[in-house]
């Protein structure tokens, strides 16, 4: 019974800034390593950013110097932080949780960023 929650998608201008939310359950959050994927219809789901269950990090190039991810333990919750939103960061985002033969998914957050 492992639940992703996301939430803190929605609609931003170009250049604005939307912080995401990932609360887990039914896992072992300290164990576990959580990332952040996105998807748009017909491509394929490709990796935001990632943190160990010891803290370290790992972005793609297309999220670096703009988006933070982070984690809280003692809340069992993962953020991605973005700013400097473009367009082309339009998509689905999902939240991933993997911790040996675990390997979970959220239902997803919608972003849009448009004028």
């Known amino acids: 019974q492992v639940q992703l929650a996301e939430s803190g998608g929605g609609l931003v201008q170009p250049g604005g800034s939307l912080r995401l939310s990932c609360a887990a359950s039914g896992i072992v959050f300290r164990l576990t390593a959580m990332g952040w994927y996105r998807q748009v219809p017909g491509k394929e789901r490709e990796l935001v950013a990632a943190?160990?269950?010891?803290?370290?990090?790992n972005y793609a190039h297309f999220a670096k110097g703009r988006f933070t991810i982070s984690r809280d333990n003692a809340k069992n919750t993962v953020y991605l932080q973005m700013n400097s939103l473009k367009p082309e960061d339009t998509a689905v985002y999902y939240c991933?949780?993997?911790?040996?033969?675990?390997?979970?998914w959220g239902q997803g957050t919608l972003v849009t960023v448009s004028s």
């Open positions: 943190i160990t269950s010891g803290g370290i990090t």
């Open positions: 991933n949780a993997r911790y040996g033969n675990l390997d979970r």
